[in-house]
Structures are given as structure tokens and as C-alpha cells.
């Protein structure tokens, strides 16, 4: 029995897809002389080459040469069932296996890529539970920034995995984040990595699935633990066997427990090819392999350690692309991504990837019109202006949602690292004031700020909150109450803030993919174990969310900077939501004297409601917290350009957030 083309038409997807009586299997060669398909199937066909046996001419693709595609349809394939592409080069080419692009999902190996398989998926074998959820207003997002493999591994020193990412998601819950956004799971070449060197997109990192069958039994019964508590159906040993499935649970539970999640995306390169002549590089084995033009998928431009870029003027190169984005929106119900560098894929891929970028957002909006498209872009690398990154397509922009804002992030650590040098150093409030609203957007919801994330904290380069905060000791009164101050300007800020793991609570060490690297993994063993200061930044984190999800102002479009002093370290602005009253006034001060009656404008007369005061967040409930007594009473006269003012005390390093009562 071999390979047919019935059941192969013009619609018939890329890569392997199971159908009634067996599977059709479609890849892209062009320059390749002939494709032939290998694997060990349930019907028991097989066929494997060696070096000395020539391959099998039943399992030979056909290949259509306006299109450069080999496709075959062979019956009896089953869920599971391996294979692999043998591919002869034209004369002066090479010969020998490559991978599917399209692979949903690898066999696992201690020694990647040696060993390596495809796997036969069927994308229904996984229940969904979600049928009911939906995206939040983009508006309404707080972002939480993880890694797969060191968020919370289980065992130390184990990579962490996607089931136990679902075992951390009533913590998610607690803190109050609503969109998980991991850092890549592709497939990497490397067993502990970033994630941004991939070139198995369609497949889940095999170093983040669990295989060991003891291990499956504990993760389904907690994984059962939380779908009973929502009513939900429960699962099967064999519904989160495999990286794909599992992968679709982490998804699915956090969408029962309200939150969505958004993959990051890496099409501005792939990488990792070094000793991976199975992978898509040269895939189909064109002869000059000195060239990198000559690479199926890339051009001749390298980008240093992130690899090649990929060839995006080539049809099929930029429709993989796309293809893999909705493939995970289609198959793993993602609710958005974060793409890596576009600056980079637009410089490095003139003039074709201002249009690549409008055909993958259209695409995408098409197919789920509430998905957040966050393009990591920085004017330094590209000449498009920040605006047009986020304009609709239809208006000629590059049709993303949201950009990174780093403006706000440079200015607070800047302000933070500059008190540590003590009270005679210069403190620019006014950078942050200056930066509170994203600049050159339209809309507030435009921009991503943060204060960390993985790359600025990742070991060997920046430091983290508390250290900038105070670098003799990052548990110090100084480094727990400034630490405070830079958390709540980024929930009190406009736009859509992101929190990188452990920064809620208090975790001063650079982080790491490596986990067998103990001294950078997240402190949860100190956090449950009572550690006061990591506790207490905890519940402050969790209270300013709730006080952002209490206070629609804190999520609106509008802001008012109306006050800075850098002598004072003191700063204030106003929010509010168009004809609700809902005014709040913040004020911060990085400051290490209280202020008693300190004058500040307001927006309206009246008292005003102490919401928010983080001194109280200090050694919980701090007995000797400096405040207001619950409110002050705007009765003063006009003062900073609004028509009123109040008498206030001001806590050292501290946020207080007024609200009207």
C-alpha cells in the first residue's frame, strides 16, 4: 500500500491532516527533485531510509511544478502515528530527512534534534470547556509575562511545564491578571531557552510536556479539581496526553477561570539550525548551500544570534506565517500575541513587509475580530512612525492594536535608581509625568508599558525594581516602599500594563530559562513561606488590581498630568471617565520625608475618599502608616490650573490614589 492522490485537492491543508480512512500530507519543495514520505503507520505500512537502501517509490509525493507542492494521500494513518519528509535535492544539492514545517507536534529527545520524529495530530481529540468565554475589552487588560519552563516547575531542576502553569492559575486569579502572555512555545532547538530561536513553529516545546505517566495521573487530578469547582466536564488521561493537548488546557482552564491567553510570536527570524539538517533550513536541499538566499525560507541576513529573517516576498514563506498564527487561534483558541521585533521583520524585509504585516492583521481580525495584535516595534530600527504601526490597514497603517511603550518605563526605573543614590540626588518626577500617556498614539489601550519584562531583567543585564530601588538590600524599607511607588504608577497609568513574573512580589534576582540554575529561579518557596516583605507586596499588587478594576477611570482614555516637583519628588495627575464622575486624583512621592499639608490642585470641590495608600501596605497593616484618616476635602482655592485644591499628608515613598465621594 502507498501514497495516492485521492482525497488531494487545491484546499487541502499544509502538513499532515488526518481525514476519514487515513491522512493526506502536503509540504512545499520546489527546488527538491523528488519528497518522499517516511514514518511507521497503523495500517503497517513503513518505510525508514538508510544510507544504503534507496527510498520506497510507493511512498514518493507528487509534486505540482507551478506550485513547488508535493502532496500524497495514504490510507490507514491514526493519531500518533510518526513520519518524517526523505527530500533528494537537485543535482548539486543534498539528500537526506527534513521535518514537516507544518508539524503539529515532536516526539521528545534528550539529545534534539537527533531522534526526532513528526507526529500525527488530529486537532478534535481535546474537549473545550470555554465555549463561553470571551476576550476582554482591551481596555480592561492587565498582562502577566511568564516563562514556561521557570515560572513554577514542579521539581527543581525540571523544565516547568504547560500542566503546570494550570496548577498556578487560582494564584493567577487571586493577583486579579487577566491575560497570560507567555514567552514562545515553539519548539527550540535548545533545551532550555527563550524561546525566540525556533523553527518548529505548529509544534509545542516537547521540554514543557509531561510524559511520565505517574506525573500525567497527579497534574489530571489537579486539572480535575478545578473544572469540578466550575461545573465543567471532567478530563481523561488520554485528553492531555501530548504537548498539543496539554498546550490546549493551559488555554482552556484559564479561559474558565477569565483569562485570556496570547502567544508570542517570533516572525522577524528563525534560528537554531546549527547541526539541525532536519529542520527548514535548506529544506528543500538546493544546491549553494553557502548562500542563505538559497534557503527555502530565509535570506542572506544575519541577525546575530536571533538567525535569519525569514524570505517574506516569497507567497508560501509569508502564507506560513499566517498559517501558523491561525492555527493557533483556530486549534488553541489564543487570544492575541505578542510579536517579537517587527520593527526588525519591516527593516529587514523592504518593501514586502509593510504588506506582510497588513495581510497577517486583516487575516487574524478576520478570523477573531476581539484578538489583541501587539507588535513589539521601536521607531530606532524602522522609519514607520509609532502611530502608523497601530492604524488600520484599510488606512494604510500596519493594522496592529497596540504597541510597547518604553517611555514610561525608562522614565519610573530612572526615577527609582536616581533615590537610591540618596536625598541629595536629582529625581525627574516630571519624566514620569511626561510619560504617563503614551506618546504619538491616539488611544491610551495603543500601548503595553511595563516596568519589566524578560528581556530587561534576564540575567547578566538589567536589574530588577527592588535592586534599583536600593542595591545594598532589595528587602530594605527604602526598596519595599519605592518598589510599591513603580508598581502602582504602571496599574495607575493609561494604557495596557504588564507585569513580568515575581515583580508582584517583590522578587529582586534576574531571571533565567535555565532552571537548574537555582539562585535566578522565582522565590516561591520564600513567598509561601512567610517572608513578610515579598507577602505584603503580594496582597499591595493584588489590592491596586482590584483598585483598577474598582475605579473605571484607572481604565480610561483620560489624563491630566497636572503636577510634578522634582525637588519635592512629588507627582499628581488626573483620570476620569467622560460624564460619570468618577474622578480619581493620584499622587506619589518618591520622597523619604512625609509631607503634612501639602497644597495640591483638584478637579472639583467636595470631599474626596482616600482609596488607595500603600504606606498601609508595609509590615501589613502597618501600625505607623501616614494618611489622611480615609479623605481630604477639596475646599481650597484654584491651584495648578484645576478650580480647586486640598490640604493633604503625603507618606514617604508612597502612592495614594483619592476618589470622590
Excluded at 177 to 186: E, F, M, S, V
Excluded at 426 to 432: K, L, Q, S, T, Y
Excluded at 496 to 524: A, K, S, V
Excluded at 550 to 558: D, F, V
Aim: charged residues 15%.
Amino acid at each position: 500500500m502507498g501514497l495516492s492522490q485521492s482525497n488531494i485537492s487545491s484546499s487541502t491543508p499544509m502538513g499532515a491532516t488526518l481525514i476519514p480512512g487515513g491522512a493526506t500530507f502536503k509540504v512545499w519543495g520546489p527546488l527538491a527533485a523528488s519528497v518522499y514520505l517516511n514514518g511507521t503507520f497503523s495500517s503497517g505500512a513503513s518505510s525508514w531510509v538508510t544510507p544504503t537502501v534507496p527510498p520506497d517509490p510507493a511512498f514518493l509525493l507528487t509534486k505540482d511544478e507551478a506550485t513547488g507542492l508535493w502532496t500524497g494521500f495514504l490510507p490507514g494513518v491514526a493519531d500518533g502515528d510518526q513520519y518524517k519528509f526523505y527530500v533528494q535535492g537537485k543535482p548539486g544539492g543534498s539528500f537526506g530527512y527534513k521535518r514537516d514545517p507544518y508539524a503539529r507536534e515532536l516526539t521528545a529527545s534528550n539529545n534534539f534534534p537527533i531522534g526526532v520524529n513528526c507526529i500525527v495530530r488530529s486537532p478534535n481529540s481535546y474537549p473545550w470547556h470555554d465555549q463561553n468565554f470571551v476576550t476582554p475589552n482591551f481596555t480592561n487588560l492587565i498582562i502577566y509575562q511568564i516563562h514556561i519552563g521557570v515560572f513554577a516547575p514542579a521539581s527543581f531542576p525540571n523544565n516547568g511545564t504547560f500542566l503546570d502553569v494550570i496548577t498556578q492559575i487560582p494564584y493567577l486569579v487571586a493577583l486579579g491578571i487577566n491575560l497570560l502572555q507567555p514567552l514562545p512555545i515553539a519548539e527550540c532547538k535548545e533545551r532550555s531557552d527563550r524561546g525566540y530561536d525556533g523553527a518548529d513553529l505548529f509544534s509545542p516545546d516537547s521540554v514543557y510536556t509531561v510524559y511520565d505517566a505517574t506525573a500525567l495521573a497527579g497534574y489530571l487530578a489537579a486539572i480535575n479539581r478545578l473544572l469540578a469547582a466550575k461545573g465543567c466536564a471532567l478530563l481523561t488521561t488520554a485528553q492531555i496526553t501530548g504537548g498539543p493537548n496539554q498546550l490546549k488546557a493551559m488555554v482552556d482552564l484559564c479561559h474558565v477561570y477569565g483569562i485570556a491567553v496570547a502567544f508570542d510570536v517570533v516572525y522577524n527570524h528563525a534560528g537554531g539550525f546549527e547541526g539541525d539538517d532536519e529542520s527548514i533550513y535548506f529544506w528543500d536541499r538546493e544546491p549553494n548551500p553557502s548562500d542563505n538566499n538559497n534557503s527555502l525560507y530565509f535570506r542572506s541576513l544575519s541577525l546575530g544570534s536571533g538567525g535569519l529573517p525569514f524570505a517574506l516576498w516569497k507567497n508560501p514563506v509569508s502564507q506560513f506565517l499566517i498559517d501558523n498564527a491561525s492555527f493557533f487561534i483556530n486549534e488553541f483558541h489564543v487570544d492575541g500575541y505578542r510579536y517579537d521585533e517587527i520593527s526588525v521583520l519591516l527593516q529587514t524585509n523592504q518593501p514586502v513587509g509593510w504588506a506582510f504585516c497588513q495581510n497577517l492583521t486583516n487575516t487574524l481580525r478576520f478570523i477573531k475580530d476581539r484578538l489583541l495584535q501587539n507588535a513589539e516595534y521601536w521607531p530606532s530600527e524602522f522609519s514607520a512612525s509609532v502611530q502608523s504601526i497601530v492604524q488600520p490597514a484599510s488606512q494604510g497603517g500596519a493594522g496592529f492594536d497596540t504597541v510597547q511603550h518604553d517611555a514610561l518605563r525608562g522614565a519610573i526605573r530612572g526615577a527609582i535608581q536616581s533615590t537610591s543614590f540618596g536625598a541629595s540626588s536629582n529625581v525627574d518626577m516630571g519624566a514620569i509625568l511626561n510619560s504617563l500617556y503614551p506618546p504619538g498614539l491616539s488611544y491610551a489601550w495603543n500601548a503595553v508599558p511595563c516596568i519589566e519584562n524578560h528581556d530587561m531583567v534576564f540575567t547578566g543585564r538589567d536589574s530588577r525594581i527592588p535592586v534599583l530601588a536600593d542595591g545594598s538590600d532589595a528587602q530594605s524599607f527604602y526598596a519595599r516602599s519605592r518598589s510599591k511607588v513603580a508598581t502602582g504608577l504602571l496599574l495607575a497609568a493609561p494604557g495596557i500594563p504588564q507585569i513580568f513574573m515575581g515583580q508582584e512580589f517583590l522578587e529582586n534576582r534576574q531571571w533565567c530559562d535555565d532552571p537548574t540554575l537555582n539562585g535566578n529561579l522565582l522565590e516561591w518557596a520564600a513567598l509561601h513561606s512567610g517572608n513578610k516583605a515579598m507577602s505584603d507586596q503580594l496582597r499591595f499588587t493584588q489590592d491596586f488590581i482590584r483598585l483598577r478594576w474598582n475605579q473605571p477611570a484607572l481604565r480610561s482614555q483620560n489624563l491630566n498630568p497636572f503636577y510634578s516637583s522634582n525637588p519635592d519628588r512629588v507627582l499628581a495627575f488626573h483620570r476620569w471617565v467622560d460624564g460619570s464622575g468618577q474622578d480619581i486624583v493620584v499622587v506619589a512621592s518618591l520622597n523619604d520625608n512625609p509631607f503634612f499639608g501639602y497644597q495640591l490642585g483638584f478637579p472639583r470641590g467636595g470631599h474626596w475618599n482616600e482609596l488607595f495608600n500603600s504606606d498601609i501596605y508595609d509590615t501589613w497593616v502597618n501600625p505607623l502608616a501616614v494618611g489622611n484618616y480615609g479623605g481630604v476635602d477639596a475646599n481650597g482655592g484654584p491651584m495648578h490650573n484645576l478650580p480647586c485644591s486640598a490640604t493633604i499628608t503625603i507618606p514617604p515613598r508612597a502612592i495614594l490614589v483619592f476618589g470622590v465621594a
